[in-house]
């Protein structure tokens, strides 16, 4: 995938080497300490059903494949933005229990002033009581906490068999949530899945198409992030919703009423929310013109559609990175991360 946001695409950096870069992401170089390898570790937010999107999410910010709600790393990335991502924490100490966490605490001899410790326990059963393992863990660091105002925030991931320590350098805003799709569009997608879906390819200061943008959701996350996008919309009606809705409120963008088959120009990238059920918009061979068109314009794109089209995108001229599959009630919901194949050199 050239010039793909994906560090997962080249792999991880080795110590002392720098991140291949993320395209706008948080290029760093892999710390050392005392000839020590720093490692970093990811926590996944979310229901099972959005695992594999929050799992992909998380791979293209960071290039770490998380292993259920954890991912571990050699190099930080910024998830301010994340949708899924709740934090990157620098690891401290780990061990298999509580037991194991606290002694390999105690013999980093951690000294910090003003910490804070959360506790995170994901589902489906809580190993310990967090207050307990708070409360060892103090003991075992050097220096006080300050729950009021800390100026270090620790993180306990406490997973049956896996607890780990560390410091957070970064966490998620969860600023998708202050756009509110209208609630007389059906088909709008969630902000969160909107949000993840543009993680996938764009970071700020990209420029970004959604050539199918219904009532602007992709478009309003884009301008959130600091990513200049144009949304296209078939629909003179939604068109003029979107415009309603993402106009005043994110500056930057433009929503166009036409046709997604036939814009021009070039982008970083695409967000394409495709048409599916019962639309009489849907015609015979409405994806293959849309993203044959879309493949002329941008290197990369996330396409969701209402079943596998990994036959349509390589027609259409782009290869398939990866898929994740979201379910909800009505429908399950296949997220085609692709790029376009680089030219020999
Ligand atoms: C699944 S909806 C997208 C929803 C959007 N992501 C949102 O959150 O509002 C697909 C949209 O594609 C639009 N559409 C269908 N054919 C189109 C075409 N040829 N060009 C542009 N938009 C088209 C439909 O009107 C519909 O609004």
């Not at 910490?115 to 006080?144: S, Y």
């Not at 200061?205 to 959701?217: R, S, W």
Request: aromatic residues 6%; neutral net charge.
């Amino acid at each position: 995938m050239e010039g793909g946001r994906s560090a997962g695409v080249s792999g991880l950096a080795r110590p002392g080497e720098r991140q291949p870069s993320l395209k706008g992401g948080w290029e760093q170089t892999v710390a050392e300490s005392g000839g020590r390898a720093v490692s970093y570790f990811f926590l996944l937010s979310g229901p099972e059903e959005v695992r594999e999107l929050a799992a992909l999410e998380l791979w293209a910010l960071s290039g770490v494949e998380a292993e259920g709600v954890c991912g571990v790393g050699q190099v930080a990335a910024d998830v301010i933005g994340a949708a899924y991502t709740r934090f990157c924490a620098e690891t401290i100490a780990a061990g298999a229990d509580l037991e194991e966490l606290v002694a390999a605490t105690e013999a980093a001899g951690v000294e910090l002033e003003g910490f804070n410790i959360h506790v995170w326990q994901p589902a489906p059963r809580a190993p310990e009581r967090p207050m307990a393992a708070i409360v060892r863990l103090a003991d075992a660091i050097e220096g006080r906490p300050d729950l009021s105002h800390p100026r270090v925030e620790l993180a306990v991931v406490a997973q049956a068999g896996h607890w780990r320590l560390g410091r957070v350098v970064s966490a998620a805003s969860r600023d998708w949530r202050q756009w509110k799709p209208p609630v007389d569009f059906s088909a709008a997608l969630p902000p969160q899945i909107a949000r993840a879906m543009l993680n996938l390819v764009a970071a700020p200061g990209d420029t970004l198409l959604d050539p199918c943008c219904g009532v602007g959701t992709v478009v309003a996350q884009a301008a959130q992030r600091g990513v200049r996008a144009v949304g296209v919309e078939i629909s003179k009606k939604l068109a003029g919703r979107a415009a309603e809705c993402v106009y005043g409120a994110r500056p930057g963008v433009l929503i166009v009423a036409g046709d997604g088959r036939e814009i021009g120009g070039r982008f970083d990238a695409a967000v394409v929310d495709l048409p599916y059920g019962r639309s009489s918009l849907i015609t015979q061979g409405l994806y293959g013109d849309l993203l044959g068109n879309l493949s002329g314009l941008v290197q990369r794109a996330a396409v969701v559609a209402a079943e596998p089209i990994g036959q349509v995108l390589e027609q259409a001229g782009f290869g398939q990175v990866r898929m994740a599959r979201v379910r909800s009630n009505q429908l399950t919901r296949y997220v085609h991360l692709v790029g376009r194949p680089t030219p020999a050199s």
